[in-house]
């Protein structure tokens, strides 16, 4: 086994060093390299796969190994630039595990009638600040004074010139219905992507040397702000429901969804403060941020921000969590509704890494198969039953 070999191996098990790393990023700078890595990690799985007998329990195990938390930013900026390439094993392992597993033995499989549900894409309503609304999809292009769709982004044009005052600020509102994602540029250069079931408030053109100000109506969000010292110190704040976080100059998620009794705000890079009622805190890279409506009280705590932001890159990731949390999640991007034949179905707990453009019924076919019999899907039109 070459050297590169032995690293990829070391990666996949996060137990790659920072030098190890950078070589394996230079690695992935080129198509032949990417192609190596690629080839290496699926003749490892179909050799794990030809023995007669597969240990789910030691599979689940590897998983979770690859999802162990690293605290270290260095690390964590290099797995992010390579999360799209290391999914590549995990989705290969489920190709060969679910057909492998389906030759060798009877097990249970996904009952559903011809597929209903797709996976979600580029779609949102833009509500203009006259009330006007305006769908935007792939394949549609729109453009009106100082901002402009291709039907995948919505991007605003920068016009600080104009010194706009507060009181003529217009505002717009992106809605990103179930099944949706989007992604916007704001006109002082943030960048914002929006996850499913999500609704923003923003304004058009914001005003010269004045805070800029956005509102998370609700939903989940991860943005890149534009640094205060290209906008003459402004600041930029994020309003939420129960809370807002003071901005300077960083990458961060904030997930606020209607029925989420808790809220949490994760930083990636830079720094954010964050208020609710009397209380504030600052957070770090790699903390998240906790909070609830009912209580002033901020919990932080270290974790894997890649996972957390891994809906960004195009991909589900589960670590330890209970079904119920993980349906929640894959009915918003699918725009499906779940039932639970039985309460203790919704603690069953799965690890895994997915690509949000699989279709659901592999996802459930993979969640069923790991459950050793527990577990038996039904689809019915758009509505996932759990039996």
């Keep these: 086994m070459d050297e590169i070999e032995k690293i990829i191996i070391k990666f996949l098990s996060q137990e790659a060093n920072r030098t190890e790393l950078e070589k394996l990023e230079d690695l992935l700078k080129t198509d032949k390299g990417i192609r190596v890595f690629n080839s290496f990690v699926k003749t490892q799985y179909i050799s794990t796969l030809s023995m007669t007998e597969f240990d789910v329990n030691k599979a689940k195990a590897s998983i979770k190994d690859r999802l162990k938390k690293d605290k270290r930013l260095t690390r964590i900026n ?25 030759d060798q033995k009877s097990g249970p499989e996904v009952v559903q009638q011809p597929q209903t549900i797709v996976a979600g894409t580029e779609k949102a309503i833009l509500t203009l600040g006259n009330g006007d609304e305006v769908v935007l999809e792939k394949g549609k292009k729109f453009q009106t004074g100082e901002v402009s769709s291709n039907g995948e982004e919505l991007v605003y044009t920068d016009k600080r010139h104009s010194k706009v005052v507060e009181k003529e600020q217009l505002y717009n509102y992106l809605t990103i219905p179930r099944g949706g994602q989007f992604f916007i540029k704001l006109s002082d250069g943030t960048e914002v992507w929006l996850n499913s079931e999500t609704k923003l408030k923003y304004p058009v053109t914001f005003a010269e040397g004045l805070t800029r100000k956005v509102e998370l109506i609700y939903g989940e969000v991860y943005f890149k702000v534009s640094p205060s010292t290209e906008h003459k110190g402004a600041g930029f704040h994020v309003l939420t429901k129960a809370q807002e976080i003071n901005v300077l100059g960083t990458e961060f998620n904030i997930r606020a969804y209607n029925n989420d009794e808790v809220m949490a705000t994760t930083l990636v890079e830079g720094k954010i403060r964050i208020k609710k009622g009397e209380v504030s ?46 349906l929640t999640v894959l009915s918003r991007w699918y725009d499906t509704e779940v039932v639970f034949e039985n309460a ?10 997915l690509e949000r453009t699989q279709s659901v019924e592999d996802i459930l076919k993979l969640i069923e198969a790991t459950s050793e019999g527990q577990l038996q899907f039904e689809i019915q039109e758009q509505t996932i039953i759990i039996k």
């Design 78 to 102: 290099l797995y992010k630039r390579m999360a799209v390439a290391a999914s590549v094993m995990l989705i290969l392992g489920i190709t060969f595990y679910l057909g492998y597993y389906t």
């Design 281 to 326: 805190e600052i957070l770090k890279p790699n903390q998240q941020a906790k909070i609830s409506e009912q209580s002033d009280q901020i919990d932080i705590q270290e974790i894997d921000v890649s996972q957390e932001i891994s809906w960004v890159n195009g991909l589900f990731a589960f670590n330890e969590k209970p079904l119920e949390e993980i």
């Design 344 to 353: 203790k179905q919704k603690k069953f707990v799965f690890t895994g890494i």
